[in-house]
């Protein structure tokens, strides 16, 4: 089987892929969880504006959009919703429909469908958009974007995603109050994001692994002495060169 479903430590279920022999989520963490503390609070926290835009890199089982839109529902302050992800396997969303979602997501099966079926979901507050294909050239058609979730399959894996060349598209298509939220705590992930322009800071959460937050302007987090680190560091960023495509 190319995907076996798993139950991760907060009762939600996500899948493993045979394909980057990897989960589309952290077990430990939980699948909800997961993008609920790591990507989800930390933007709403940190961005104020009435229209939020958000990237989501990549939709793998959609569950990071689902839970921006229960939390979008559940707050005030931003008042309308953009989110665009891309997302490359066609298999994967074909099962989407049937995927066992927690039940206080399960109500937004009919966003999943419309996505599946026509790439797109719009009401009066919300409005999505799925692209099918590869995340690198999607981006480079995007501007203006509040945040990113980067939530690719780790960099070991998944490494076309985690390159300087891909963070510095990513750095262009965030406008200058714009951060991205990842849970990848690894130096060359946080030596990429630097070269590419970013500060680096890093934000503990409680019984969850701690995250990288990545943004232009200050923001009022522990900061790391990325110059010191670059010195020190016997790691690399990953560049475009060092990965066969
Ligand atoms: C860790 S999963 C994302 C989980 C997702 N955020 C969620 O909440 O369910 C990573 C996803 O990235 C997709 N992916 C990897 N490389 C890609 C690429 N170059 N373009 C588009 N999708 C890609 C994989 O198919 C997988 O679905």
Redo the contacts with the bound molecule.
């Keep these: 089987m190319d995907y076996e479903p798993k139950k991760s430590a907060d009762g939600t279920y ?1 899948l493993y ?1 045979k394909k ?1 022999d ?1 989960c ?2 952290s077990l430990r963490d939980g ?1 909800f969880s997961e ?1 609920y503390f790591k990507h989800v609070k930390p933007v709403f926290d940190l961005v104020k504006k009435d229209e939020l835009k958000i990237l ?10 689902l839970a921006t839109i229960y939390h979008f529902q559940r707050q005030n302050s931003v008042k309308s919703l953009k989110i665009f992800s ?4 066609k298999e ?1 969303l074909k099962k989407l429909p049937s995927f066992n979602y927690p039940s206080y997501l399960s109500g937004y099966r009919n966003i999943i469908k419309s996505l599946v079926n026509e790439h797109r979901y719009e009401d009066e507050k919300i409005k999505i958009e799925l692209f099918v ?4 050239e999607y981006v480079k058609g995007l501007e203006d974007i509040d945040a990113v ?1 980067q ?3 780790s960099p070991k894996k ?1 490494p ?2 985690w390159s300087v060349e891909y963070f510095k598209d990513i750095y262009m298509l965030l406008n200058s109050s714009g951060v991205l939220t990842t849970y990848s705590i690894a130096a060359p992930v946080r030596l990429g994001l630097y070269e590419a322009g970013f500060n680096v800071y890093e934000k503990e959460i409680e019984g969850i692994k701690k995250i990288t937050i990545a943004s232009k302007t200050e923001l009022p987090l522990k900061k790391i002495d990325m110059q010191m680190k670059r010195k020190r560091s016997s790691s690399s960023p990953i560049w475009d060169k060092d990965i066969s495509f």
Aim: hydrophobic share 40%.
């Design positions: 996500t892929s980057f990897e589309y989520h699948a993008a989501d890199i990549c939709f793998g089982l959609g569950i990071n959009t891309p997302e490359f396997d994967l294909g590869d995340a690198r979730y939530d690719a399959f998944n076309t995603l």
